[in-house]
């Protein structure tokens, strides 16, 4: 299975400013997928994000507040933009196709006060 | 549109026991199913995957098994340790439009207790 860095682990922000959270994986991946994860609730899929096209975003998440990038089959970047309380999350990346097993980073755990 | 639920939310036991995490899925059209292993606060580790063509994988104590016609699938830990205090989650891989996401559970809260 695929390993992934991902970084920050953890970070306090203020309302209104963005963070732009990383994850780099060991090995090239056509599809890499962003989840957040609400105090007490399970995963949910942000967006999928594809090297050389647009990211794919669920029902409910928006490009301008969660913009995405995937330069290369090893490497993305999920923003996090003019944060406000509510998105106090953890911030999770997953890689995995085929029938292999899916991996995931080891989260970013965002605060907002 | 896929739902998964994972029946007891919490569970606690003492050391030693035998127990079973239920999930449920709503889609039987699915790839795969996948249990994952949450300590508080950080990441996912995937413990057991099962093919939409298997009825059960093995892991060391843990045993995974998947009735697709029946929308279920159980992980059986067996003789539980402190160290197996964690949230356990389910997710299924749907096969509809060649989506690879999955769709995940919200969790059972393992407490051992020693």
């Known amino acids: 299975s695929a390993v992934i860095s991902q970084k920050p682990s953890r970070d306090i922000c203020q309302r209104g400013t963005s963070l732009t959270i990383q994850c780099q994986v060991d090995?090239?991946?056509?599809?890499m997928f962003w989840y957040r994860q609400q105090p007490g609730q399970s995963l949910t899929l942000i967006a999928t994000a594809n090297q050389g096209s647009e990211a794919t975003y669920e029902s409910g998440f928006v490009i301008d507040k969660f913009p995405i990038s995937r330069p290369n089959l090893t490497f993305s970047t999920l923003t996090v933009s003019n944060m406000s309380p509510e998105d106090s999350s953890i911030y999770l990346c997953?890689?995995?196709?085929?029938?292999?097993?899916?991996?995931f980073g080891s989260g970013t755990r965002l605060t907002v006060v | 549109k896929q739902e998964v639920t994972q029946i007891p939310a919490a569970l606690s036991v003492p050391e030693g026991e035998n127990l079973v995490l239920n999930c449920s899925f709503t889609?039987?059209?699915?790839?795969?199913l996948q249990w994952f292993r949450q300590d508080p606060g950080k990441g996912l580790t995937s413990l057991l995957l099962?093919?939409?063509?298997?009825r059960e994988q093995t892991s060391g104590r843990l045993n995974a098994s998947l009735d697709k016609s029946s929308g279920r699938s159980t992980l059986y830990i067996a003789a539980s340790q402190p160290g197996d205090s964690a949230t356990y989650l389910c997710?299924?891989?749907?096969?509809?439009?060649?989506?690879?996401?999955?769709?995940f559970g919200k969790g059972t809260k393992l407490t051992v207790n020693p």
């Open positions: 997710a299924a891989r749907g096969t509809q439009g060649g989506s690879e996401k999955l769709v």
């Open positions: 099962i093919q939409s063509s298997q």
């Open positions: 889609d039987s059209a699915i790839y795969n």
């Open positions: 997953s890689v995995g196709s085929g029938k292999a097993d899916y991996t």
């Open positions: 090995s090239q991946v056509t599809m």
